[in-house]
């Protein structure tokens, strides 16, 4: 190969990878400051939302195991989450009209909901203030909770949530005295006793009254005293006028017939006594109506009570 040809490629090679060089330095130093105004574009503020920590299936009462704290882009929170507070969130107009309409509409529940309301309007919703609300609709795990789709203690419509599957809540009478001087309590476990008058028709009695008290429901739950389903914190007696069970639809007879029978009570078992068995006792004797039948034995007719 002539030299002068030699020297053609040569050159040609050099120019190329001088070239190369050139073509690199400029892409790197384009990209630097596209680098860096990524950098510096200012974070997307994230907001904490209450969602479900499992899924939640209807009439499960909720506790800490079930909820948890999940960030979620603020402008991205609809205004019906539960937020924590901490990150300002918009808001809907018409949704927080129909809210302020609602909460000044006059109901058994007022009290409950400006109570909430002032929490809310404070913290943002607290993560413990919605311990204890029924699901009243099934919530997947990860989705934010929203207020349709529980029932917290103080709405209406909390009662039929709140109840077991298959029970029936059923309120009595009782004063202090019949209700363990109010240290009963929503949540405990009562004995429910007969007191009545019964009518002695033996040959012995002579038509005389006395009394007799028996047990009619052992082991059942105090849902409410009065209004109230939960007492607070440091509450340490309730003072009712009634007291809400929960009973099952043959209990509901036997407590109805008691209660038209006489006098009841209730009677306040331990903690340690509570796993035993729950619901009607055998018929009482108070209940019981005594028969008299006439024998008559050589003429003479002989009274004998059959109870």
Same mark, same amino acid.
């Given at each position: 190969?002539?030299p002068?040809?030699? #020297?053609?490629i040569?050159?040609?090679? @050099?120019s190329a990878?001088?070239l190369a060089?050139?073509v690199?330095? %400029?892409?790197s !130093?384009?990209?630097?400051p596209?680098a860096?105004?990524a950098? /510096?574009?200012?974070a997307?503020p994230?907001?904490k939302?209450l969602?479900a920590?499992?899924d ?6 909720l ?5 948890e704290?999940?960030?979620w882009p603020?402008a991205?929170?609809n205004?019906a989450f539960?937020?924590?507070g901490s990150?300002?969130?918009?808001t809907a107009?018409?949704?927080?009209d129909a809210?302020?309409a609602?909460e ?10 400006v109570?909430? #309301?002032?929490?809310s ?5 607290a993560?413990a203030?919605?311990?204890g609300? @029924?699901?009243?609709e099934p919530?997947l795990a990860? /989705?934010?909770?929203i207020?349709?789709k529980?029932?917290r ?7 039929a949530?709140?109840l077991?599957?298959g029970?029936?809540? %059923?309120?009595?009478g ?13 949540g405990?476990?009562?004995d429910?006793?007969l007191t009545?008058e019964?009518?002695d ?8 009254t006395?009394?007799a008290?028996s047990i009619?429901l052992q082991?059942?739950k105090v849902l409410?005293?009065d209004?109230?389903?939960r007492a607070?914190d ?10 809400t069970?929960?009973v099952s ?8 017939l ?6 009841? !009570?209730l009677?306040?078992r331990?903690y340690?006594?509570? #796993?035993g068995?729950?619901?009607?006792v055998a #018929?009482?004797r108070?209940q019981?109506a005594?028969?008299?039948v006439r024998?008559?034995?050589?003429g003479?007719?002989?009274v004998?009570s059959?109870?």
């Amino acid at each position: 190969m002539k030299p002068a040809r030699i #020297a053609v490629i040569c050159i040609a090679a @050099v120019s190329a990878i001088g070239l190369a060089l050139v073509v690199r330095a %400029m892409g790197s !130093s384009s990209g630097e400051p596209t680098a860096m105004a990524a950098a /510096e574009a200012p974070a997307q503020p994230m907001a904490k939302v209450l969602v479900a920590a499992r899924d939640l299936a209807p009439g499960q009462r909720l506790t800490d195991a079930d909820l948890e704290w999940k960030d979620w882009p603020a402008a991205e929170v609809n205004p019906a989450f539960i937020t924590d507070g901490s990150v300002p969130v918009p808001t809907a107009p018409d949704e927080a009209d129909a809210e302020k309409a609602e909460e000044t509409k006059p109901d058994d529940s007022t009290v409950a909901r400006v109570t909430r #309301a002032a929490t809310s309007m404070a913290t943002g919703g607290a993560k413990a203030d919605y311990f204890g609300s @029924v699901v009243r609709e099934p919530i997947l795990a990860g /989705e934010p909770i929203i207020g349709r789709k529980i029932v917290r203690a103080g709405d209406s419509g909390y009662m039929a949530a709140y109840l077991e599957p298959g029970m029936r809540a %059923m309120a009595i009478g009782v004063s202090v005295e019949s209700a363990a001087g109010g240290f009963i309590l929503p949540g405990d476990r009562v004995d429910v006793i007969l007191t009545a008058e019964l009518q002695d028709n033996s040959p012995d009695g002579g038509g005389q009254t006395r009394h007799a008290s028996s047990i009619v429901l052992q082991n059942v739950k105090v849902l409410a005293v009065d209004q109230s389903t939960r007492a607070d914190d440091d509450q340490q007696a309730v003072v009712g006028a009634t007291a809400t069970l929960e009973v099952s639809p043959g209990d509901s007879e036997a407590l109805a017939l008691a209660r038209a029978a006489g006098e009841l !009570s209730l009677v306040l078992r331990s903690y340690a006594d509570t #796993a035993g068995p729950s619901g009607r006792v055998a #018929a009482p004797r108070a209940q019981r109506a005594d028969t008299s039948v006439r024998i008559f034995r050589g003429g003479e007719p002989e009274v004998v009570s059959v109870p």
